[in-house]
């Protein structure tokens, strides 16, 4: 099982370079004493390398393989992109009916781009940097249009935003959270669970049946959806990166970086944009 972010739909890396997500990685606990247990080895090219060469399963950074330092470069890239088209945005676009038309356009847009490139084989960096420009201007127009509302409310929502990654990067390290096959399967499940519940709430405000957003309205209700919300974008950190972890181990290409990056980024434009709103929920009167 691979990896996944809130599209549900974006690809792990590549099977075809020997990496497949979870399903690669060994399971702690369950090959050791087992003379019938799979050989977490036996599909990765990668990893038999290292093991006929008698080394354990590190990836060197002089072979073309991906490494921490190829991640951080590439999610600065991607994440610098959205900030930037943010910055942009809110600064050359003033609050206004077409201000509003352009974010929902660019985020179309952003989701079609990243649809592609879920469904792509390899990664484009074209196609994941143009996604983080699109997605820029959506958050940048949104974040004004919250910030002439509840003052300081997306400044709050960064700093809730990097407590929360920093908090499960911290968790996921100390080995406090164990990523195995049962805990994402159990996790996509409450996450597709929660998308579809969203999608029918839409459509019944949209036909007028819930008044006020339904399960996403500003009041306590909404309060208690945004921290689900919140919470499973941690979970979806927690598998960027198990699959960033054994992508380095096993020696996944290092252009497959660029996923890492955009797995990371989608799923922190997540928790922003659900914390951007629980910060103005709590900041009503």
């Known amino acids: 099982m691979r990896s996944s972010n809130p599209v549900f739909s974006r690809r792990g890396f590549s099977r075809d370079n020997g990496y497949a997500g979870f399903n690669t990685a060994p399971q702690a606990g369950y090959a050791q004493g087992n003379p019938y247990a799979q050989n977490p080895y036996a599909n990765n090219p990668y990893a038999q390398q290292d093991l006929q060469q008698g080394a354990p399963p590190q990836a060197p950074a002089t072979t073309g393989r991906m490494t921490m330092d190829d991640v951080v470069m590439r999610s600065g890239m991607t994440l ?149 919300a919140i919470l499973l974008g941690a979970f979806f950190l927690t598998l960027d990166f198990k699959q960033i972890e054994d992508g380095i181990a096993y020696g996944a290409p290092k252009n497959e970086a660029w996923l890492a990056a955009f797995g990371l980024t989608m799923t922190l434009v997540w928790i922003y944009i659900e914390m951007l709103r629980l910060v103005a929920i709590f900041s009503r009167d």
């Open 80 to 228: 610098g992109t959205v900030a930037v088209g943010a910055i942009l945005a809110w600064a050359l676009l003033p609050i206004s009916a077409t201000s509003y038309g352009l974010a929902v356009g660019s985020a179309i847009v952003a989701f079609v781009l990243a649809m592609i490139q879920s469904f792509k084989r390899t990664p484009v960096p074209a196609l994941i940097l143009a996604y983080a420009a699109f997605e820029g201007v959506f958050l940048g127009v949104i974040s004004e249009m919250y910030n002439s509302q509840w003052s300081g409310a997306p400044f709050q929502a960064v700093l809730g935003t990097l407590a929360v990654s920093a908090a499960t990067l911290l968790v996921y390290k100390a080995g406090w959270i164990r990523v195995t096959a049962r805990y994402a399967r159990i996790g996509m499940a409450i996450a597709i669970a929660f998308v579809l519940v969203m999608a029918v709430n839409l459509l019944l405000v949209a036909f007028g049946v819930a008044d006020n957003g339904g399960l996403r309205s500003f009041g306590p209700l909404g309060a208690i959806v945004g921290i689900i």
